[in-house]
């Protein structure tokens, strides 16, 4: 089953629709079984633009099993999709009721939230993900574009989660599996928390006696496990937590550099990367992959936001799809 199942699943994902449909009907009972097939149906009539079918086949998965993830996140983005709000709340709730961390559902439930002025409950969806994900970009922007909604709003949820953010910061060095030539010079430079190593250089490290590459190598993969690196809290604001820092590491010139940065980075305004947000666009690369049809499609988007992305785009001495 799982061998049949992963080839449509590699068919859809290549864009071969038809051998994927031709595939699953041929499919035996006994190989897909009744629950799957369904799902897959949906899955092809919704490549299929055929959106009100597949609608009605997702319902039937959950009619079978009301707590099945995938057809409810799926049926939750159609029913955004086309301003079901209500309906896609309540998916998208049911999505995100149980672990693991579904971060796509909770984004886009965060930006339903906080449009019908759901503030506290946007906040906890944004709030959940950074729990796991600290540096999580997107997270990281939307969050300050509901805080700048609400005016500086805090809440005791929000100052629990600075809480916790402290305490990642001020673990010991000791509770990380490091060798014991990294720990004892890290001892020696007086870095005893996580805290203290963020805001040191590679070159700092490298710089102290008996310190080599080995053991800057065994600290980066650490950090990098936990999507931080050497310095990060340098390049933050005094008192500030960045959480889209993480993903800016790397050169900083050249073409690549620019495709990778966030699109957080172009200072749009909150309707413009809500929209994008909706569209599951991250970086500047993925942005300049999409049309002008494309992003004119996505719920509340308009021709103002369309314009002032073009520009930004612009200044870049980038452009969208043709």
Request: aromatic letters at 6%; glycine letters at 4%.
């Amino acid at each position: 089953m799982t061998t049949t199942l992963e080839h449509i699943h590699d068919l859809i994902q290549r864009g071969d629709v038809s051998k994927a449909e031709n595939e699953l009907n041929s499919a035996t009972n006994d190989v897909v079984d009744a629950i799957d097939r369904r799902l897959y149906h949906a899955i092809i009539l919704e490549k299929q633009c055929r959106w009100h079918e597949a609608v009605q086949a997702y319902e039937r998965v959950l009619e079978q099993d009301p707590q099945h993830t995938e057809a409810a996140f799926k049926l939750a983005v159609l029913a955004d999709r086309f301003g079901e709000d209500e309906r896609a709340i309540e998916l998208y709730e049911i999505v995100t009721s149980e672990p693991p961390t579904h971060v796509n559902a909770l984004l886009n439930l965060a930006v339903l939230y906080e449009d019908d002025e759901r503030y506290r409950d946007a906040l906890t969806c944004i709030d959940r993900i950074l729990a796991e994900y600290p540096n999580h970009s997107r997270a990281g922007s939307y969050l300050k574009d509901i805080e700048s909604s609400l005016d500086m709003y805090y809440d005791e949820d929000r100052e629990r989660y600075r809480e916790k953010r402290n305490a990642l910061l001020e673990t010991p060095i000791s509770d990380f599996e490091l060798g014991v030539r990294s720990r004892n010079c890290l001892k020696q430079m007086d870095i005893n928390n996580l805290g203290d190593l963020l805001r040191t250089t590679a070159s700092e490290l490298l710089s102290y006696k008996n310190f080599g590459e080995t053991s800057l190598h065994e600290i980066e993969t650490m950090l990098t496990q936990k999507n931080l690196r050497l310095g990060q809290l340098l390049d933050e604001k005094e008192g500030d937590w960045n959480p889209s820092i993480g993903n800016l590491t790397g050169s900083t010139s050249g073409q690549s550099n620019l495709l990778n940065r966030s699109v957080a980075e172009m200072e749009l305004s909150v309707r413009a990367r809500k929209c994008l947000m909706r569209l599951g666009v991250a970086s500047i690369g993925e942005l300049v992959q999409h049309s002008e049809a494309e992003l004119l499609a996505i719920k509340n988007f308009g021709g103002t936001s369309l314009s002032e992305i073009k520009r930004r785009l612009t200044e870049l001495g980038l452009d969208l799809k043709a």
